[in-house]
């Protein structure tokens, strides 16, 4: 099928899904949850040819060892991808939720709908298992999806695919052309320029991948391009939280997103040279006047720099920062309140680590990815984020006319 | 200032205005109403200049008649905008409004917390009212704004525009740079590029104007291009409820974009001449077999089509419409229900008339615009559609790697 049939079909498909009972939704998970077991040998199998591939592409440079990395399956691995298909079942359906029901006047009522957004274009790198994840969180919402995975994963990707497409073929209930996967390079650029069969973009992979998309498409994309988080410590903080908040958000995950950048710390902070050196010992790399303050290391490298006030804190983190996550650390309850206020980011964090910027955390069940946007969805995005509304309208012929002409008044009610 | 100083200076502004007091807003909505009733003479001497220049570009085709006419205030006109921005006092302060309290631990809770979305960039035509519009919602909302007008108006809004400035500067605890005007048509370029700085563009003017924007930029943009409604008149359809909706819908106001623009009528449908016969009476052009379905005629015209079933109408709607708002009239419950579910656009209607999706109708108090978007808002926007969130997360110390570990559990308990 040429690209254009695919696409056409999936928006057509994105037209039946919307009215989907949640069982039918509820089935379909758990077909492909037992089809992917059932299927096991065959996806590891895949994975250990895309393994093999891959490997001579890292002796020759081509790729890089840490996408090498993600590329791999293991049996951990297979399980929480089942794991988090089966979770999604247990998860209330976020579509046809009624989130507004105004009486307009007698006899005219008005209901703001939750339905789902429509076609999904997933570009990701490596991780396999995204399509396993993607391809249910779409279904839990109703959105059709159209899939590009890396080459890298290119046999994984494929058998994962088939698998989770026998499932929903074997449902008669379920759309035809729901789920989608494209493979050439060229269809990338196609999909960034189909905005009007495609209604939103969520890139999975690294910096540039994200940073690539955001600028070579009108269709809104849903993610984030860099995760620089900074944690503040203020004249008030205390070393030892201090010091076991900031060592859990460089070294727990060094290259999640949400793992701190830089520090910044009060000049007043009695215990600088302590902290620092906790830190050192805890194989962190302190990098004293970096080349560039907004840069994400995604490694054991943490920039730090001593600040005048808060002001200046929060005027750096507004600066150089991404709109991610960033926390302070104080006793002072005024200065927390200031910082969480004044800094401009989708988290804002007052004695935590920046760690717990994640869907799951903030017990939202599944999560999409993590949005440093300002409009539609931000921060962590659960399964909302992939749902807009329609505004019902049912009446008994009702015209404008007569509460133009002040002959009936609207009486705006909530029901 | 150059355009760059302008704008580093919005976005400073945007940074200080998210923490401004309710009170300190509707100061300034009741500063800028009063200033405009002082300075009205001033104003409306302004607008009699650009009058008298825009008649001369009418006069040599330059100039549209229908753009011109929406240049001109009148007292109505004038009273209209300063009640409007007296209404935004008394609406609820869509800016820090707790959207989720949730504990994660004992010690540790979240708050989803609304806030603005930034720096909005205001791209209008012709009427001046918008400048007075807008920027009373984005004091509302919170939001900083780049307002660019159309030439053909520069001596109202330039007016217009310093009434404002005035009164917020005389306001100490309002911030300087929170409403800027722009004015060279480079700016326009200058501000379609601007995605660091401008979060939301919103356009507000005829179609070519919005089509431009939207092809030009990667700024998200919050509006609609087309505004092509349906009616569908079922096969039960009532023939005097039907002829009363349909010449509302078409004729209240043609130019509006929730004005229908074709009829769809069941191949059963009884009364379809006397329906036809009545719509011509009421001085509606009707046009069988058009030259393109998917056309506003923003005019007394009515493109229309028999079809074999409900299925074909919703088949037709989704692919020749706009996502704007269409409404099916028929005494059949189940068919209505089967149009509002199927049917994909913002407003989806019962017997009622199409000119009814708009933001006072809805009962929302103001009205940013309408959008047909698939994400952020849909639909008529009132304030909210001006607002995203941060989540704000207080904690005692916590880190990740005692929840990684099992250590500690998280109890996801609302608040």
Redo the contacts between chains.
Sequence with gaps: MDFLDIIKNAKKAS?KL??LSSETKNLALEAVADSIEKNRQKIMEANAQDLVNGQKLVDTGELSQAVFNRLKLDENKMNAMIAGVKDLIKLDDPINKCLLA?Q?DKG?N?YKMSCP??VLGIIFEARPDVITQVSALAIKSSNAVILKGGKEAINTNRVIFETIEEALNNLNEYPKYSINQVFSHEDVAKMLDMSDYI??IIPRGGNSLVKFI??N??I?V?GHADGICHIFIDETA?L??AT??V???KT?YPSACNAVETLLIHKNFKYSNELIESLKNAGIKMIDAPESWAFEYSDKILAYKSVENLDEAIEHI?KYGSGHTDAIISSDIEN?GEF???V??????????T???DGY???FGAEVGIST????A???VGLDGLT??????????????D??DGKKH?T?KEL
């Design positions: 037209l919307a009215n105004r307009l005219m008005l957004i429509g209604d939103l955001k600028e498409t009108k809104p849903l205390n030892k939280m076991e908040i060592i859990d958000s727990q507004n927390a969480l206020d004044n401009d980011s989708a988290g804002v964090y007052h004695n935590v680590s760690r717990f910027s955390r903030y017990g946007n300002k409009t539609h931000r921060g962590p807009i509304y329609k505004y019902k309208l049912y009446g008994r012929g009702q015209i404008v006319k509460y133009a609207f705006h």
